[in-house]
C-alpha cells in the first residue's frame, strides 16, 4: 500500500491568470493517505476586489460572501503545514500550483517545491476510453457523488476520489506494464516515477499479474484474455418459421406493438429478394420500424441457408441501435442465439508487435508517450484491439499510423501474429450470420479489389442514400501537403532517429551500395521538401487569388485554372517537379528493396525496413495523384484544389473525383453480389427510384422496387410555414437576407418560446446569421449554438441543445439528418434556404456538364433531384414518432413562387401550408404546439 501524503487541491479565482492580477477567492484541499481521506481544510478568501459576474454565475460565489472572508495571508501558514512533506495533487495542476504558488509569495512564504500529481493526464492514462476528461464528466462515468460542480471543496474531494481510484488501478497493474510504464512516465507532467518505483519494488518478480486481474502477460505486453476464449461454430442451416408465425411473434415480442402492414410489406420483399437473387430499392420512412424489417427475413435466410451476410450502415449510432438493441429483439423473435460482429478497416486495428517495437525507441514527444502508455493500459481491456475505442490526444494519431495492423502484420516470424486483433476480428465475422460494417469499408474492399470482407453473396445496405458519396471518396484521390510531409519526417535524414538513420546503419554493416544510395537519398529527400513547399504554396496562395471567402475552406476547380490562370503553366512546371522527385525517390528505394530481398534480416530490422518501403509506396501514389490531376481533357473526373484559408500558406490539397460513380458500383459490387438490398428513408425523388437508379449505376440489373407509405399523419402533427415578409434570396445581397432571416429567426423563437434547428448549406451563411442573432437583444435569454463555432463537435453541440429550456442549434450539412430529437425536445425546424448545393462545388459543376454533355438539363436530373433528398432529410428530423408535433418554416419563397417548387411541396406530402409573415406565423405556431 502507498504510504504517501497527497494534499489534493482544488481553488477557484477571479479569473484565468495569476500574473494579470486575478486571485483566489476560495482554497479547498483534501489530505489523502494510506487508501482514505485523513484530513478536510476549506476556506473562503478574500480577493480584496470585486467578483466578476461570469465567475459569480459559475461558481456560485459572490463579493458579498468572501467581505468577511480571511486574505490569503491569514491562511497561508495553514496551508504551508498541509503541503510539508505532500505531493501536490489538483485537476489541471498548473492552473491550481501557479496561483498557489503567486499567493505564497505575495504572503512571504516559500514556493511549493514538491512533487505535484495532474488527475487529468492521469485519467487519460488510466481511463483511455472515457469520452471526457472534464471532472463531472469523470465523476458520471465513475459514479462518484459530485454535487456542486465549481465549488474548491466538492471539486477537491471529487478529485481526491478520483484519485485514489487511479493509485488503486496502478496497484494492480501487471509487472510488465509497470516497467513499461517507469520508462514513459519521464514525459509525464505528473512525478509519477517514484510511485511506480515503489509498486514495482514491492511486487518483485512475483507474479506478472495481480491476484484478481484478468490478464495474460506475453512478451512485454498484458492482454484482456480475448485470445484464449473458444468461439462457438456457426450453427448447421435449419428451417424457420413462416412469416405468418413470425408476425405473431413480434406482437408478443415488442411492448405496444401494433400491426404494421407496412414493415411486414418491407419483411416480405427483403426475403423475396433474397431468395429469388435480385438486388431491391426499398424506401421506408420514419416509423416503418425499418432496422427490425430488415434484419429479420435476412436472419431467417441466412439461418435457412446457412450463410452470413453483411449488414452495412453509415453512421455508428446505427451500429449501436443495430448490436444493443435489435439484434436481441430479432433474437427473441426467431428464437434463434443469433452470431454477430462488427468489423472494420486494418487501420482501426493495434499491431501488438509494432507497438512493442514503438515503446524500444527513444521518444521524447509528450503526446506520443501519454499514447504509449494509455496502450498498455487499454490492451488489459479491450476485446477488439480498435482504435475508436480510444481517446489519444492529436499528437498520439501519427504513432498510431505506425503501430496499426496491415498485410505486414502477417509475417510468419511475428511472435505476436497469434495475437492479431484484426484477424480475430475476421475470424469472427467468418463465424457470424451478420457483419455490420460501415459504407466506407464495403466500398474501399469493392473500389480496391481487397478482401477485408468476408466473402458473402448477400449484403443489406442500410442508410443507403449515402452510398454515391461514399463511394466518391473511395475512388477519388485526396492529396494533402501534411500527409506527405509527415512521410518526410518519419522518412527523416541521415542524423535523425528516423527510417532513413536506421535503414543507413544496416545498409553501412551490410551493404556498400545499399548505404550509398542512403546518401543519395539524403540529398533528393532534401530538394524534394523544399519543392514541395514551393508547389503547395503556390496551390494555396493561386486559390485564394481567385476566390475570396470569409470561410476558412475554399476550393477552385483545376479545369477553371487552366482556362483563367496566368499563373498556371508555372503550376504545372512545378507540378512536373514534383513527379520527377518522387520518380527519382522512389527508384531509389526500389534498388534499395531489392538489395535487401537477398538478405536474411532479424525481425525488428524487417519491421522497419517494411515501413520504410511503405512510404515508398505512398510516395508512388502520390505520383499517380498528381500526374491525374495535372492531366488535361480528363471529362470523366472532376479536379479541384483545396486550401485551408485561415492556415499555414502550405495548407493545401489536391482533389479528384470520378464523376459517374455507377459506373463503378455496377461492375464491383453489384456484379459480384447476388443480392444487395438497398434502404433508406429517402431515395425516391417524388414517388421514383429513376435518380437513384441512374446515379447507382442500377439501370441494367432491373432492381425490385418498394416504396412504403408514411407512417405518420403529417396533416395532423407539422405544418409547413412560409414567412411573407422575408425577402427573395434573389433579390438582396447575402449579408442583407442573413440579416432578414436572423430577424425572422429571432421574433419566431421569441413567441413560440421552445428551442429551433436551424439548418444551412453554407458555413458562410451560418456564421453571418449566428453573429445577427447573438447581437440580437430579443434573444438575450437563448443560447445560440453554432456549428464550427468552437462550442465542439457534432455530438457535444446536441447534448448541450437537449439540456437547454431556450436554445438555437445552427447547422449545415451533417445536421440535416441523424439527429433524433424526438417530442418537445425540437418542435421548430428553420430552413434559411432551399438546400440546393453551391453550384461551383467541384463535383456538382462537373456532374452537370456531365449531364448536359449527354443532352439532360443539369438542374432538372441532378440539382432539383438532390436538393429535394435533402430536404425531405432535413424535414426528417422533426416528426421522430406518432406522438411528435411540429413546424417547418422555409424561410427561402422560392417553395412558392418558382416552378420547380412543386417538387418541394410533394416531397412531403399532406402538410398544411402557411403563407404570413413572421410574427403570425409565430402566434399560430405557438397556439398550436400549446394545444
Known amino acids: 500500500m502507498d504510504d504517501r501524503r497527497y494534499v489534493v487541491l482544488d481553488v477557484e479565482t477571479t479569473g484565468s491568470s495569476p500574473k494579470k492580477g486575478e486571485k483566489i477567492i476560495q482554497f479547498a484541499a483534501v489530505v489523502w493517505e494510506n487508501g482514505r481521506i485523513s484530513e478536510r481544510f476549506m476556506s473562503y478568501v478574500n480577493p480584496l476586489k470585486p467578483i466578476p459576474a461570469f465567475i459569480e454565475e459559475l461558481t456560485g460565489i459572490s463579493t458579498e460572501m468572501v467581505e468577511g472572508a480571511p486574505v490569503f495571508s491569514d491562511i497561508a501558514a495553514d496551508i504551508c503545514r498541509l503541503l510539508d512533506g505532500a505531493s501536490f495533487v489538483a485537476h489541471n495542476v498548473h492552473f491550481d500550483l501557479s496561483y498557489v504558488q503567486a499567493e505564497l509569495e505575495q504572503a512571504g512564504y516559500p514556493r511549493f517545491m514538491g512533487s505535484i500529481m495532474d488527475t487529468v493526464e492521469l485519467s487519460r492514462l488510466m481511463f483511455p476510453s472515457f469520452e471526457s476528461y472534464k471532472l463531472s464528466e469523470l465523476c458520471r462515468e465513475l459514479e462518484i457523488l459530485h454535487d456542486r460542480p465549481h465549488q474548491a471543496d466538492s471539486d477537491a474531494e471529487a478529485t481526491a476520489e478520483i484519485f485514489g481510484l487511479i493509485l488503486s488501478r496502478l496497484e494492480k497493474l501487471p509487472l510488465v506494464t509497470l516497467k513499461s510504464l517507469r520508462k514513459l512516465s519521464e514525459a509525464f507532467i505528473s512525478d509519477l516515477d517514484e510511485v511506480l518505483e515503489e509498486i514495482i519494488e514491492r511486487k518483485g518478480d512475483f507474479p506478472s499479474t495481480a491476484s484478481g486481474n484478468r490478464t495474460e502477460v506475453f512478451g512485454s505486453l498484458a492482454f484482456s484474455p480475448v485470445f484464449t476464449r473458444k468461439e462457438e461454430p456457426l450453427p448447421e442451416k435449419a428451417s424457420q418459421p413462416d412469416f405468418s408465425e413470425l408476425f405473431l411473434r413480434m406482437e408478443e415480442s415488442i411492448s405496444g406493438y401494433e400491426e404494421r402492414n407496412h414493415q411486414q410489406q418491407l419483411m ?4 423475396e429478394a433474397l431468395a429469388n437473387r435480385e438486388h431491391l430499392l426499398a424506401e421506408a420512412p420514419a416509423g416503418t420500424g425499418k432496422s427490425i424489417g430488415l434484419l429479420i427475413p435476412s436472419l431467417k435466410y441466412a439461418l435457412e441457408t446457412g450463410k452470413g451476410f453483411i449488414y452495412s450502415t453509415h453512421t455508428v449510432t446505427l451500429q449501436n441501435q443495430l448490436l444493443e438493441k435489435d439484434l436481441p429483439l430479432a433474437e427473441k423473435i426467431l428464437g434463434k442465439r443469433i452470431k454477430a460482429a462488427v468489423l ?147 522518412i527523416g535524414h541521415l542524423y535523425s532517429d528516423n527510417l532513413l538513420a536506421a535503414a543507413a546503419g544496416w545498409f553501412e554493416n551490410n551493404s556498400e551500395k545499399g548505404y550509398d544510395l542512403c546518401l543519395e537519398l539524403d540529398v533528393l529527400l532534401k530538394e524534394f521538401s523544399e519543392e514541395l513547399d514551393e508547389f503547395f504554396t503556390a496551390l494555396h496562395s493561386t486559390v485564394l487569388r481567385k476566390k475570396k471567402t470569409s470561410g476558412n475552406w475554399v476550393s477552385y476547380t483545376v479545369d ?150 408514411q407512417a405518420y399523419d403529417y396533416r395532423k402533427q407539422a405544418k409547413l410555414f412560409i414567412p411573407s415578409d422575408i425577402p427573395g434570396i434573389r433579390d438582396v445581397s447575402q449579408e442583407k437576407y442573413t440579416e432578414a432571416a436572423a430577424e425572422g429567426i429571432a421574433e419566431f423563437v421569441r413567441t413560440v418560446k421552445g428551442k429551433a434547428l436551424v439548418l444551412f448549406t453554407s458555413f458562410e451563411m451560418l456564421r453571418s446569421t449566428q453573429q445577427h442573432l447573438k447581437a440580437n437583444e430579443q434573444l438575450s435569454d437563448y443560447t445560440v449554438l453554432g456549428q464550427g463555432s468552437g462550442a465542439g463537435g457534432k455530438g457535444k453541440l446536441i447534448k448541450s441543445f437537449r439540456q437547454l429550456d431556450k436554445a438555437l442549434l445552427l447547422g449545415t450539412n451533417s445536421f440535416w439528418e441523424g439527429i433524433d430529437l ?20 467541384p463535383v456538382n459543376s462537373a456532374k452537370t456538364k456531365r449531364i448536359e454533355r449527354e443532352g439532360k438539363n443539369g438542374f432538372y436530373d441532378f440539382s432539383l433531384p438532390e436538393a429535394v433528398l435533402k430536404y425531405r432529410q432535413g424535414f426528417g428530423r422533426l416528426i421522430r414518432s406518432g406522438r411528435d408535433r411540429g413546424v417547418l418554416m422555409v424561410m427561402d419563397r422560392r417553395i412558392l413562387t418558382a416552378r420547380y417548387g412543386q417538387s418541394f411541396l410533394q416531397a412531403v406530402p399532406g402538410l398544411e401550408v402557411h403563407y404570413k409573415p413572421v410574427k403570425e406565423l409565430a402566434e399560430i405556431a405557438a397556439d398550436w404546439l400549446k394545444k
Not at 268 to 271: A, D, G, K, N, T
Not at 681 to 699: H, K, M, P, Q
Open 822 to 841: 424526438p417530442g418537445e425536445e425540437l418542435e421548430a425546424i428553420i430552413m434559411v434556404r432551399l438546400p440546393f448545393a453551391p453550384p461551383d462545388q
Open 268 to 271: 416480405l420483399s427483403v426475403y
Open 560 to 709: 477553371e485554372l487552366v482556362l483563367e490562370d496566368p499563373y498556371w503553366q508555372a503550376i504545372g512546371e512545378l507540378a512536373d517537379r514534383i513527379r520527377f522527385y518522387i520518380l527519382d525517390l522512389t527508384s531509389i528505394m526500389k534498388k534499395q528493396k531489392q538489395l535487401l530481398s537477398h538478405m536474411e534480416l532479424p525481425l525488428k530490422v524487417q519491421t522497419r525496413m517494411n515501413e520504410y518501403f511503405s512510404i515508398a509506396e505512398k510516395l508512388q501514389k502520390a505520383g499517380e495523384a498528381v500526374s491525374l490531376l495535372f492531366s488535361t481533357g480528363a471529362s470523366d473526373t472532376a479536379g479541384w484544389i483545396e486550401v485551408e484559408a485561415k492556415g499555414a500558406k502550405n495548407a493545401a490539397a489536391l482533389c479528384s473525383r470520378p464523376v459517374a460513380i455507377g459506373e463503378m458500383l455496377a461492375g464491383s459490387l453489384f456484379e459480384k453480389h447476388r443480392s444487395v438490398i438497398l434502404a433508406s428513408g429517402t431515395l425516391a425523388v417524388n414517388g421514383s427510384f429513376d435518380y437513384c437508379i441512374r446515379e447507382l449505376g442500377l439501370a441494367d440489373f432491373y432492381p425490385k422496387k418498394l416504396i412504403l407509405p
Open 344 to 490: 472494420k478497416g486494418e487501420s482501426h486495428y493495434i499491431c501488438p508487435h509494432k507497438f512493442e517495437l514503438a515503446l524500444m525507441e527513444k521518444d521524447d514527444n509528450y503526446d506520443s508517450n501519454l499514447t504509449k502508455s494509455q496502450l498498455l493500459i487499454w490492451l488489459q481491456e479491450t476485446e477488439t484491439g480498435d482504435a475508436d475505442e480510444l481517446n489519444i490526444p492529436s499528437g498520439g494519431r501519427m504513432l498510431w499510423e505506425r503501430i496499426h495492423h496491415d498485410h505486414l502484420s502477417a509475417h510468419p516470424d511475428n511472435p505476436y501474429r497469434d495475437r492479431s486483433f484484426y484477424h480475430l476480428a475476421r475470424k469472427k465475422a467468418e463465424q457470424s450470420q451478420v457483419v455490420i460494417v460501415n459504407h466506407a469499408l464495403l466500398l474501399n474492399d469493392a473500389a480496391n479489389g481487397r478482401q477485408q470482407l468476408p466473402d458473402t453473396e448477400e449484403i443489406l445496405i442500410d442508410e443507403a442514400h449515402h452510398l454515391e458519396r461514399i463511394a466518391g471518396d473511395q475512388w477519388g484521390v485526396r492529396l494533402e501537403y501534411a500527409s506527405i510531409h509527415a512521410w518526410l519526417q518519419r
